[in-house]
């Protein structure tokens, strides 16, 4: 049973930066693909980051590049989201997912497994 538990959200003033974590665990994770998504209120869940757990390939939505960052600990069966120079428009619930394939998928229905989420508020 694959399980994500995500945490490290919160309430941040605009231009501030926060780090999330994605602790992952009840498989072996070397040939997933991990990934991030977020969700406003009233709108879709969108992709924001993802990266092979294995190849350490990425990609990025063009609203965060440059922004964020997805990184992973091996040992620690553990990924982030680092964000940085963080906007009102971010403010989301952000969610972990993972899919077992190669290919970062940008389409949620795509994605396998999911976290519960953590709240990310950005205001002043």
């Known amino acids: 049973q694959v399980q994500l538990v995500e945490s490290g959200g919160g309430l941040v003033q605009p231009g501030g930066s926060l780090r999330l974590s994605c602790a992952a665990s009840?498989?072996?994770?070397?040939?997933?693909?991990m990934g991030w998504f977020r969700q406003a209120p009233g709108k879709e869940r969108e992709f924001v980051a993802g990266s092979h757990w294995r190849t350490g390939s990425t990609l990025y939505a063009d609203s965060v590049k440059g922004r964020f960052t997805i990184s992973r600990d091996n040992g620690k069966n553990t990924v982030y989201l680092q964000m940085n120079i963080l906007k009102p428009e971010d403010t989301a619930i952000y969610y972990c997912?993972?899919?077992?394939?190669?290919?970062?998928?940008?389409?949620?229905?795509?994605?396998?497994?999911w976290g519960q989420g953590t709240q990310v508020t950005v205001s002043s």
């Open positions: 009840g498989r072996t994770f070397s040939s997933y693909t």
């Open positions: 997912a993972a899919r077992p394939q190669l290919r970062i998928s940008t389409d949620r229905r795509e994605w396998n497994f």
